[in-house]
């Protein structure tokens, strides 16, 4: 993902201030400290606990593409898999193999949008 150094903060910070709020204001409303709501702006803090991006998530009044992309910058950030798939994964043995499959073989973007579109038409 061509995600910038500090997209997840960015994004935090464009999306508070289309809700006209402050940072002391989304710190409150997510029960952290201003200093560390400023931590994570500025991209010093990528690893936040569940809890608090569910916070954050609920104040910005993001949408599901929004806490999606939350997710995913969040996981860019810290090299990780975006919080919202683990438990999804884990649950489930074909998509585990799906995926090292894909991974062992190389599998294209083209490849997986297909797949995506396929089950997306079979709902």
Known sequence: M?????AFGE???KKRKEREMSARELACAA???PEYMCEIEKGRKASVSEG???KLIQAL????????LFYDLSAFARNAVSADLPEYIMAHELVRTALRTAKKNQVPDEKWE??????IREG
Not at 2 to 6: F, K, M, T, V
Not at 61 to 68: F, H, V
Not at 114 to 119: A, D, G, L, T
Request: glycine letters at 4%; a negative charge; hydrophobic letters at 40%.
């Open 2 to 6: 061509p995600y910038g150094e500090n």
């Open 31 to 33: 029960d952290i400290t």
């Open 11 to 13: 994004f935090i910070i």
């Open 114 to 119: 297909k797949f995506i579109q396929e089950m």
């Open 52 to 54: 608090i991006m569910n």
């Open 61 to 68: 009044m993001l949408t599901e593409e929004e806490t999606e």
